[in-house]
């Protein structure tokens, strides 16, 4: 599983550099890939392992947060991400601020209802597709 650029989208991308935190890597796709900003890089977990993984993003204190933007690794005809969570933390403490429960799409724009202040943003991968030969679709 592989996550792109992640941002806290705005007038700026105010994830782009900042310290991230993850559940595993690959070697070949580290962290701090999902916060460079280039859409041809991406942080990984290990091959067949992505339920439970997560990404973290340390904002560098309190920012505004009102939209995320998630740029997964397989295209939408591809895509097995079936279900994603985002976390936001605010006053010390973890909150959902978005669940999807279905196929995820490859760039996923998450617009929230009203702008939080938040010092941290976690991206939870809930549920995969994950096949041992192809199947035909």
Sequence with gaps: MGIGPVTA?????IARGKAVTVSS???????????DGNHSTR???????AV???IE???????????IQVYFEKSDAEQNILGYQV?????????VVHTKNEKAKQEEIIQLDSVHTATKVKVKILNVEIY??????
């Design 25 to 35: 890597e690959e070697r070949e796709n580290p962290k701090a890939n999902a916060v």
């Design 9 to 13: 989208a705005g007038p700026e991308n």
């Design 87 to 95: 976390e936001l933390e605010e006053n010390g403490s973890y909150q």
């Design 52 to 54: 439970n993984e997560f």
């Design 43 to 49: 942080w990984a977990t290990p091959q067949n392992k």
């Design 57 to 67: 993003i340390n904002l560098d204190g309190a920012k505004p947060v009102q939209q």
């Design 132 to 137: 041992d030969q192809f199947t035909a679709k």
